[in-house]
């Protein structure tokens, strides 16, 4: 489980420093944030499996090959949670920070 929490947000920071650079501050963390949930967020692959994967690629995989979307609703659903959760995280950072640093300026 740390090796997928640190290979995940190795991707992220490199995605953050290398390729959003330029891009403005608030379309950066809330496309960061969104990208961390479909990269971070964990599924179990089957009903009887004891380790987790990535709820995005449970998802597709389910759904392309393991009993179509009955199998893939609740990976696709925890996704959604996922997803969800970091856009409201990320708009209550963007209210309370986000207004603070635009005031001090």
Known sequence: MVIYVLAGTGCL?????WLLSNWPATPRRFLL????ALALVPAY????ATTLAPASI???FNLLFAGGWDAA???FLTL??????ALVLGLIYHLV????SSIEE
Do not use: H, Q
């Open 73 to 75: 609703s609740v990976p």
């Open 58 to 60: 449970v998802a597709v």
């Open 97 to 100: 920070w986000g207004r603070r």
């Open 80 to 85: 959604a949670l996922g997803v969800i959760a």
């Open 33 to 36: 944030l969104v990208l961390a």
């Open 45 to 48: 692959p089957s009903e009887d």
């Open 13 to 17: 920071l490199l995605l953050r420093f």
